[in-house]
């Protein structure tokens, strides 16, 4: 494994500081993203309009690397997850999520990327996989990236959409995110639009207040699951140490001067949060943030107690949410919230390695 950083990990701005500190014009970086970006070469040789001299420089100090597949499932026109190996062998999961439809019910162009940020995750809430092997590591801003380009090799269709709903909780791996997302949304890089961002959060304080102070436009998911310190406690343990009263003023801090909803990601979970209190509460937040709500009834996760609640408990819980005329949805796919999408092909490729049985 070569220690060099890789080219596709670079910010426009953090290209030009070392262009120009080797003598470099800004047109000469402007070259480079082009040729990376737009063009997607995979060696500096590729980049034909630059001096012999700039192609040697850069290959002296960066390099361009793709992380291994190492297993797909599903297929084309479906949800797709895959696995990739870092280069330390590492295993992340990423899924590939295409939109049939669009919603004037045109055919949908749009191709949903759930991305991971770390390697597992220590903050170990109580319905997901990615948590139960704890924290490995952070991803890197290339290895977040990494799994964009993998996936578009899958797809063979530009990724136009990202969530950050995969492994790990981004916004405690902020400093790589932050890079990722200045590569994502650059126009000298992936060129996606911070409005088809979305970052989706466990409620961690410190990283919401730095996402509060970030200038750009991206969307804001929380995973809220209970509306009081009580219910909250009971699925996520990061309640414990960042309650509803620390939690809600970061919301409101993220929402100054934003014309930006958060949702408020609400898993439906039979006798632990779903009586007609628990949506007032639930109701008594949202306003107070503005906020949309999306219920999630809960899916079974073996080794857990919990049930879904009937589909009439489900039903008249969103509408006693709706008659408030707070703008709430209800879905049944599986994402990060209910532990499948992201997590749980890693933890049996692990378990598989450690020689434990998969689940
Ligand atoms: S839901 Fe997200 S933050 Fe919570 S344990 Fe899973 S990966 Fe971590």
Redesign the pocket.
């Known amino acids: 494994m070569s220690s060099l950083p890789l080219i596709t990990a670079q910010t426009e701005e953090k290209l030009l500081a070392f262009l120009t500190e080797h003598g470099h014009t800004k047109f000469r970086a402007q070259q480079v993203l082009d040729w990376v970006w737009r063009k997607r070469v995979t060696t500096f040789d590729a980049m034909i309009n630059l001096p012999p001299a700039l192609k040697n420089l850069l290959a002296e100090h960066f390099r361009f690397h793709t992380p291994e597949i190492v297993e797909i499932h599903g297929s084309a026109d479906t949800t797709r997850k895959f696995l990739t190996k870092m280069e330390d062998g590492s295993l992340v999961e990423s899924v590939i999520i295409p939109a049939a439809v669009a919603e004037n019910g045109e055919k949908s162009e749009r191709v949903t990327l759930c991305v991971s940020s770390q390697v597992g ?1 220590a ?3 109580k ?2 996989a ?2 139960l092997l704890g924290l490995k590591r952070h991803l890197t801003t290339g290895e977040i990236i990494g799994q964009i380009l993998s996936a578009e090799t899958i797809a063979e269709k530009r990724v136009n959409n990202i969530v950050f709903m995969g ?3 981004p916004l405690s791996n902020f400093d790589n995110l932050a890079d990722a997302l200045e590569i994502i949304t650059s126009h000298r890089g992936l060129e996606i639009g911070a409005r088809h961002i979305t970052i ?1 959060t ?1 409620g961690f304080v410190p990283g919401l207040k730095k996402l509060a102070a970030y200038p750009r436009q991206i969307r804001l998911a929380v ?1 809220l699951h209970g509306a009081t310190d009580e219910v909250r406690d009971q699925i996520m343990p990061v309640n414990k140490k960042w309650p509803l009263s620390q939690l809600i003023p970061a919301l409101e801090e993220w929402s100054r001067g934003r014309n930006q909803m958060p949702t408020l990601e609400y898993i439906l979970i039979r006798d632990i949060n779903d009586s007609p209190k628990d949506a007032s509460h639930l109701v008594r937040i949202a306003k107070r943030l503005h906020a949309k709500v999306n219920l999630i009834p809960y899916n079974t996760v073996e080794g857990l107690p919990w049930k879904r609640p009937s589909e009439e408990r489900c039903r008249s819980f969103r509408d006693a949410v709706h008659k408030a005329r707070i703008p709430v949805t209800m879905r049944y796919e599986k994402g ?2 209910i532990n499948a999408a ?2 749980q092909l890693r933890l049996r490729k692990e378990q598989e390695k450690n020689g434990s049985t998969p689940r």
């Open positions: 995750c903050f170990g809430c319905f997901c990615s948590g492994m790990g909780e989706s466990s995973s990060h919230d992201c997590g």
